[in-house]
């Protein structure tokens, strides 16, 4: 991720504001496994590097021209006049609301989402996540705000209720991921085409959020009326299509 951010720096990517903002909490991350702070600090490691994969292949695929998926086409290819803080939340929400899950599925079999002991260990891990998140949220507003330079007014007023707000954000999102992990892997058990169904659905979800969000006004504002997150509907027993005249 850091090889990678150099180019997009030196080129004036716009895409290196999300970039970057991942790379330092990626490192945080790192930091806080190291120093203990997960029940199960093996399967968090696995996990963060399936959930930057995902990432960092929508990221090849639109650098070499081709198109990623919905939420991530939408965030990449956002106007480049936009504040960092925006592109920043753009990346974001593509990333937690629609390769999150995917990431939590991948590393949770069928066996461990039907052991609740081991599964409330696994939220646990989720659960802290959120720590290290909202111990980064004052250091990225500043690193973001030098590079917006001087703020509108009404934008330096919100500022501090923009942190608590982007904190309370977070967990909402979380909250919502984990059930979206919970419905993806309910879709696993049904077999392949009923997880694409599911899948397709969150991706649906996810654009139609990261499109909400490039539309003028106060980021805040819009993330205080329609919430943090998506959230899927539960799985109905999926039913292959009928065969041609069966």
Do not use: C
Not at 50 to 76: C, H, M
Not at 128 to 156: H, K, M, Y
Not at 187 to 194: H, K, L, N, S, V
Not at 224 to 234: H, S
Request: hydrophobic share 45%; no cysteine.
């Amino acid at each position: 991720m850091a090889a990678l951010l150099e180019p997009l720096e030196a080129a004036g990517d716009k895409r290196r504001y999300f970039h970057a903002t991942y790379l330092r909490t990626t490192i945080a991350v790192a930091e806080e496994i190291s120093r203990g702070g997960f029940a199960d600090a093996a399967w968090v490691e696995r996990w963060d590097v399936v959930f930057a994969d995902l990432y960092l292949d929508a990221l090849e695929v639109n650098t070499a021209g081709r198109k990623p998926s919905q939420p991530w086409s939408i965030a990449f290819g956002a106007p480049a006049g936009l504040p960092p803080l925006r592109h920043v939340l753009l990346g974001m929400n593509a990333h937690i609301n629609y390769d999150l899950p995917q990431a939590l599925v991948a590393v949770i079999s069928d066996e461990q989402f039907d052991d609740a002991a081991l599964l409330a260990h696994r939220e646990a891990d989720h659960r802290a996540i959120d720590e290290v998140l909202a111990s980064r949220v004052a250091a990225e507003d500043d690193e973001l705000t030098s590079l917006s330079g001087p703020a509108p007014l009404l934008d330096r007023l919100l500022r501090p209720a923009s942190r608590v707000g982007t904190q309370r954000f977070l967990r909402e999102a979380r909250e919502k991921v984990w059930a979206n992990a919970t419905v993806l892997g309910q879709a696993r058990r049904q077999g392949p085409a009923a997880y694409a169904a599911v899948l397709a659905q969150l991706e649906e979800l996810s654009a139609a959020k990261v499109t909400t969000l490039q539309a003028p006004g106060q980021v805040l504002l819009k993330l205080a009326a329609t919430g943090f997150g998506v959230k899927l509907a539960a799985p109905r027993k999926y039913v292959p299509p009928a065969s041609p005249g069966g």
